[in-house]
Structure formats: C-alpha cells, structure tokens
C-alpha cells in the first residue's frame, strides 16, 4: 500500500495557516476543525513547518500566558519531514518512528496534496495484517490434499 491510497479515504482539504498567525488561533483552528496539525505555508503556498497539538502543549509550559499571541512561526516545526505521494505506507510508519512525527504531509512536486497522520498509518496496517491472518486462516481450514 502505498501514501496516496491513504490519502483517498480521507477529506481532500488540508488545514493549513500562514506563519505570521497566533498560536491562539492556530490551536483554535485545530479545535475547531477536529485535527492534529496544521501545515504552515508561505506566501507562495509552499508548505514551510507544521505546528501540531504537541508543540503548543510544549509552548504552554514554557511561554504560559503569553503563548496565543506568539506567531506561530516561533512554534512551527522546521526542517519538516514530508513523504510523496507514491511512499509505501511503511516507509512513512518507519519516518514517524524514527522523526517521533504524528503528522506528514504528503508533496508532490512542490505541491501539498494531502496529511497522513500515524492514526491513519496504524489503522492501515492493521486492516493490512487483519486480511492477511484471515487468508492464513482460510487456507488452514481447506481439505488436506491426498
């Protein structure tokens, strides 16, 4: 299986913000839209960094109060890890382990086409190894040749 067959079952928007925006409303936009992360693109649409639940959780801990009125370009990820659309969903289960990323956003040729999180990675797999112990289930039932 490979990323884009992931990306087919899923809503074809991507939440995104502009590097400038609060933290405040980077985390209002992830609450009220029901996700993770937010891709962070430039003025050319390009995709710059990521900003996910788990660096605005780390921020509250060491900005406080003042967190919602940082841009969120003090918070973005840098120096993203992506994945192209053609990647073997375990090549890009292998990068969030190795990146500790919950999130990667999926480009193809400059352009961002989708986000696959590890939710999406997991429940693949498993759908994956669940078929595959149901074929090695049904074959050890067949009748033994003589």
């Not at 933290?23 to 209002?28: D, E, M, Q, S, T």
């Not at 710059?48 to 003042?66: N, P």
């Not at 090549?91 to 190795?98: D, G, K």
């Not at 074929?135 to 040749?145: N, S």
């Amino acid at each position: 299986m490979i990323v884009m067959q992931l990306l087919d079952g899923k809503s074809a928007e991507v939440m995104s913000i502009a590097p400038g925006a609060t933290i405040a409303a980077a985390a209002a936009l992830m609450a009220g839209a029901g996700v993770g992360a937010l891709v962070v693109e430039g003025i050319d649409g390009h995709p710059v960094g990521l900003i996910s639940e788990r660096e605005v959780t780390l921020a509250v801990a060491r900005w406080g109060g003042e967190l919602g009125t940082r841009p969120v370009r003090s918070l973005m990820a840098d120096g993203m890890t992506t994945v192209a659309p053609e990647t073997p969903v375990v090549e890009a289960m292998r990068l969030m382990t190795v990146r500790r990323a919950r999130h990667l956003p999926v480009v193809d040729r400059g352009r961002l086409v989708g986000i696959v999180s590890i939710g999406d990675v997991l429940k693949s797999r498993l759908e994956e190894k669940t078929a595959e112990n149901q074929v090695l289930m049904d074959i050890a039932r067949w009748p033994k040749a003589a």
